[in-house]
């Protein structure tokens, strides 16, 4: 971001920086996904978001980010009445709705604007002809 992308916006009229993922190289990086090195994590994601910032205001262009998201999981709902959970029941559940941003707070301090899309599943009513 700070040594590349400068040079190309320099070179061409570029309108739009897309970033696909932000988190990717968060979750690759092992020194940076540990989670001992959240303060370190959060410090790089600062000076990314500061650096794509500027390099939005001095060349003109907008900037669009993605960030990864996962559904939140809770655990299990114990049985009413002491019953007993089944065996391979125990772990945790996602109930579908929640979702939760794969860089957390730090990042969240970062943007802007917040667009959320999802994927609806399609039913006969809404599929497209062919």
């Not at 696909?20 to 600062?46: C, F, K, T, Y």
């Not at 003109?60 to 709902?77: E, G, I, L, Y």
């Not at 970062?110 to 599929?127: D, G, K």
Request: net charge positive; aromatic share 4%; with cysteine.
């Amino acid at each position: 971001v700070t040594r590349r992308l400068p040079v190309l916006l320099a070179r061409h009229s570029i309108g739009l920086i897309a970033v696909d993922s932000v988190a990717a190289p968060m979750r690759g990086d092992d020194l940076l996904s540990a989670a001992a090195h959240a303060s370190e994590r959060a410090g790089v994601l600062m000076q990314t978001a500061a650096s794509l910032k500027l390099l939005a205001h001095d060349f003109d262009c907008a900037v669009v980010v993605t960030n990864q998201a996962s559904d939140v999981f809770h655990p299990p709902a114990q049985p009413q009445g002491g019953g007993v959970v089944e065996a391979g029941a125990g772990g945790p559940v996602s109930l579908g709705g929640e979702k939760v941003a794969a860089l957390g707070l730090a990042w969240s301090h970062c943007v802007n604007s917040r667009l959320f899309l999802s994927r609806m599943r399609s039913t006969p009513a809404h599929r497209h002809p062919q």
